[in-house]
């Protein structure tokens, strides 16, 4: 039972236009969202969270939605970059029940110049 | 960023053997540790949760006897592979809390078992 999803195994995007990848969860008791950006054989880096009392957080070329009522959230990235290319997870959690994150699948993401 | 160190970052050893992997908050004191798994092409899974000086709380299906966890201090886990299969070459990945919110992540280490 998948608890986080994300249904898109790959996305291709062009440089300089937006890359939007999804993200859909089950458990409503969720109420902390991380993505993170992964490169093969090494560990994810953090970029960018919200917590469920937001719908919206934004740092530089990335923005993280979230929508509770349809349990969705996504992220932005504009203007996309060759360098953004790899696998993105989106990760939920419960702040007050030891915060473990739960992951998506992963979004492999390719940038194309 | 908060950094967060694996050693090693690449291991092969025999069947039968024990294999350590280090983790180390280089500059934060995690209060909490994790350690994880990644099959090719698959998500991360959580292994086992460690915080400092006491039990790790292992995820279902994960043999403590096997994945050996120390939590020794706010700066240092180490998960122990005892007596390695083929079957436990993997990827692993740790990572580092502080406070309770993000989670930050090693490098990781492929483990290959012969």
């Known amino acids: 039972d998948q608890q986080v999803k994300q249904n898109s195994p790959s996305l291709s995007v062009q440089e300089g236009r937006i890359s939007i990848l999804n993200c859909d969860y089950t458990?409503?008791?969720?109420?902390?969202f991380l993505w993170y950006k992964k490169y093969p054989a090494e560990g994810p880096t953090f970029l960018i969270s919200i917590s469920s009392i937001k719908d919206k957080n934004e740092d530089g070329r990335f923005t993280v939605f979230l929508n509770k009522s349809a349990k969705h959230l996504s992220l932005h990235i504009v203007p996309s970059q060759p360098g953004d290319s790899a696998v993105y997870f989106c990760?939920?959690?419960?702040?007050?029940?030891?915060?473990?994150?739960?992951f998506g699948g992963g979004t492999r993401l390719m940038v194309k110049p | 960023g908060a950094v967060v160190s694996q050693h090693p970052s690449r291991v092969i050893c025999k069947s039968g053997t024990s294999v350590k992997i280090e983790c180390r908050s280089l500059?934060?004191?995690?209060?909490?540790m994790f350690w994880y798994r990644q099959f090719p092409k698959q998500s991360l899974m959580l292994m086992a949760t460690s915080n400092e000086g006491s039990k790790a709380t292992y995820e279902q299906g994960v043999e403590k006897d096997k994945f050996l966890i120390n939590h020794a201090s706010l700066t240092l886990s180490t998960l122990t592979v005892t007596s390695a299969h083929p079957e436990d070459s993997s990827f692993y990945i740790c990572?580092?809390?502080?406070?309770?919110?993000?989670?930050?992540f090693g490098p990781g280490t492929r483990l290959t078992v012969l």
């Open positions: 990760a939920a959690s419960v702040r007050n029940a030891g915060n473990m994150l739960t």
């Open positions: 990572s580092a809390r502080m406070g309770t919110d993000t989670q930050y």
């Open positions: 458990n409503s008791m969720f109420d902390y």
């Open positions: 500059d934060f004191q995690a209060t909490t």
